[in-house]
């Protein structure tokens, strides 16, 4: 959506604003942080500008619905994804000779509009989290058969140890011994 802010150009106090951003169902990008998120419904959008001699000040809040996985056990995990987002909002030509890290601090305004849609995907890719749980207790995968440990133990009757840990198994089965000697 790109937000009409001429009447604030020319002198309006405040513009409101309440609208919805349709989101794509799945994420095909893969180096996206978004990728295997499905939001189910569109992100709402809620917020105003306000115009105080020429300093303007964006100040919203966005909510969306989403379905990812677990980073253990691939179950689906619901929520809803909460924001609130506070920026400087200036029309491009008064923004010359600011640094790159400094624009992300600006709403940048461009023949009179702002395109709102462009750095609301932005700060949702940014801040929404890398990786979810089920429960926060959950168990995971079995490494070996792929059974849901949280369901119940797997039918495995070897369990694989980690070679890596290969070295910290012995050192504690060491240690067990130093300490059956020292009880004697």
């Not at 809803?80 to 640094?99: H, M, N, R, W, Y």
């Not at 849609?117 to 890398?130: S, T």
């Not at 079995?142 to 694989?160: A, I, M, W, Y």
Request: hydrophobic letters at 35%.
């Amino acid at each position: 959506m790109k937000l009409d802010l001429r009447p604030l150009l020319a002198g309006e106090r405040l513009l409101e604003f309440d609208y919805e951003l349709p989101l794509d169902s799945h994420t095909e990008d893969t180096t996206s942080f978004l990728w295997g998120t499905r939001f189910p419904s569109p992100m709402k959008v809620t917020g105003n500008i306000t115009n105080t001699a020429g300093y303007m000040r964006m100040c919203l809040s966005l909510s969306v619905d989403y379905v990812a996985q677990c980073a253990r056990c691939l179950s689906a995990v619901e929520g809803q994804f909460s924001l609130s987002l506070e920026k400087t909002v200036a029309p491009k030509d008064l923004l010359g000779d600011i640094t790159e890290d400094k624009l992300d601090d600006f709403a940048i305004i461009e023949d009179g509009f702002l395109d709102m849609d462009e750095q609301l995907l932005l700060q949702l890719e940014m801040e929404f989290p890398l990786r979810f749980l089920c429960k926060e207790d959950c168990k995971g995968l079995c490494q070996r058969c792929g059974k849901d440990l949280n369901e119940g133990p797997c039918s495995c009757t070897e369990k694989e140890i980690d070679p890596r840990m290969e070295p910290l198994r012995k050192l504690l089965l060491k240690m067990q011994e130093e300490e059956k000697e020292d009880q004697k």
